[in-house]
């Protein structure tokens, strides 16, 4: 990735995530920028409550808006800086299912799934602020997954994985839960909880923004 002057290597990419496997790719696409895990301290549950009325991506768009906010509040930003929020949610008839409370929950997620075809709902949320230029974009992907039918001796081998347990919807297409998995419809990475073609497009959009105000970026990885 080329130098520049108001985007050095120096400029760490903050990820307002505890998702590993966002950091995993995060780090695949820019592997000589430092990028910095900062998890927003907000009560996402309460907030999600409050929001049920809202359509499941109106509801992820604020969860992401208000994911940069907290993070905002927790730590002091240099002058320029790049936050990229996210959060993924898997949806079954117009309801989102989180990451499962224990093994029960995992299963009742699992059985629910059994031979649908749900929607997983991934938001992003850049704020970047570059030379004094502030920019904020938002956007939501939304990817098909079509489980199989379950028996009960493939969901208890799955749980026994203990794969389940820190992934909405209960399962992880990057691990052993591909194997449950028949078809999907968009995008995989979305899936994982990172839309790599939909972050690369929203960084377009910053570029052309940021070009337009005299402003260097290149932070596209082939820019």
Same mark, same amino acid.
Request: net charge negative; charged share 20%; glycine share 6%.
């Given at each position: ?7 050095? &290597?120096?400029?760490?990419?903050v ?5 590993? &496997? ?9 592997p ?42 927790q730590?002091?930003l240099? +002058? ?5 929020t996210?959060?993924? +949610? ?9 990451? !499962?409370?224990?093994? +029960? ?6 059985r629910?799934?059994?031979?649908r075809?749900? /929607? ?8 970047l602020?570059?030379q004094?230029? !502030? ?13 199989a039918?379950l028996?009960d ?5 799955? @749980? +026994? ?6 992934k ?7 691990? @052993?839960?591909a ?23 929203? @960084?377009? /959009?910053?570029?052309?923004?940021f ?13």
């Amino acid at each position: 990735m080329p130098n520049s002057d108001s985007t050095p &290597r120096t400029l760490t990419l903050v990820l307002a995530s505890g998702s590993p &496997r966002r950091y995993e790719l995060m780090t695949r696409f820019w592997p000589d920028w430092p990028v910095e895990v900062i998890k927003p301290e907000l009560d996402e549950t309460s907030l999600l409550a409050a929001w049920t009325a809202l359509p499941p991506d109106r509801q992820i768009e604020q969860l992401c808006a208000a994911k940069c906010d907290a993070l905002h509040r927790q730590v002091r930003l240099p +002058a320029d800086y790049v936050v990229l929020t996210a959060d993924t +949610a898997v949806v079954v008839g117009g309801t989102i299912l989180g990451k !499962p409370a224990d093994a +029960a929950d995992a299963g009742r997620m699992l059985r629910l799934l059994s031979g649908r075809t749900h /929607q997983v709902l991934t938001g992003l949320y850049l704020d970047l602020c570059l030379q004094g230029q !502030p920019l904020q974009l938002q956007a939501v992907e939304s990817t098909d997954v079509r489980f199989a039918d379950l028996s009960d001796e493939q969901i208890d081998w799955y @749980l +026994a994985s203990g794969e389940p347990f820190d992934k909405a919807g209960a399962y992880g297409i990057q691990g @052993l839960g591909a194997a449950l998995i028949e078809t999907i419809n968009g995008c995989y990475y979305n899936v994982m909880g990172l839309p790599v073609f939909r972050l690369m497009r929203l @960084l377009e /959009q910053a570029r052309a923004h940021f070009i337009s105000t005299s402003t260097d970026f290149h932070l596209l990885p082939w820019n």
